[in-house]
Nanobody
Framework: QVQLLESGGGLVQPGGSLRLSCTTSVSIFRFSSMGWYRQAPGKQRELLATIFNTGPTYYTDDVKDRFTADSDTDINTVYLHMNSLKPEDTAVYYC????????????WGQGTQVTVSS
């Protein structure tokens, strides 16, 4: 069974940084892409970044200058490095993974809370 486990969330002051991790229970090469999303209270879940196994990483305009996504394939982990955090970045952050050979199969982690507040 595929499992994704996010970690690294917490409370941070405005302007601070956090690094989120998402570790998979299977080889990361099983997936065509992995993504980072967030969902703030009362809002829809939104895409932040997508890491494709072919190399490119896609970012939404809202975060492309502050967030960076990368991976460590040796430990089946993707990261979201978040800098210059703002109170409006407060949300539950999720990662997902899309199967390489079954494109309609997507797995989600349980989420990690990020709170940006002074």
């Amino acid at each position: 069974q595929v499992q994704l486990l996010e970690s690294g969330g917490g409370l941070v002051q405005p302007g601070g940084s956090l690094r989120l991790s998402c570790t998979t229970s299977v080889s990361i090469f099983r997936f065509s892409s992995m993504g980072w999303y967030r969902q703030a209270p009362g809002k829809q879940r939104e895409l932040l970044a997508t890491i494709f196994n072919t190399g490119p990483t896609y970012y939404t305009d809202d975060v492309k200058d502050r967030f960076t996504a990368d991976s460590d394939t040796d430990i089946n982990t993707v990261y979201l490095h978040m800098n210059s955090l703002k109170p409006e970045d407060t949300a539950v952050y999720y990662c997902n993974a899309r199967e390489l050979f079954r494109n309609d199969t997507v797995y989600w982690g349980q989420g990690t809370q990020v709170t940006v507040s002074s």
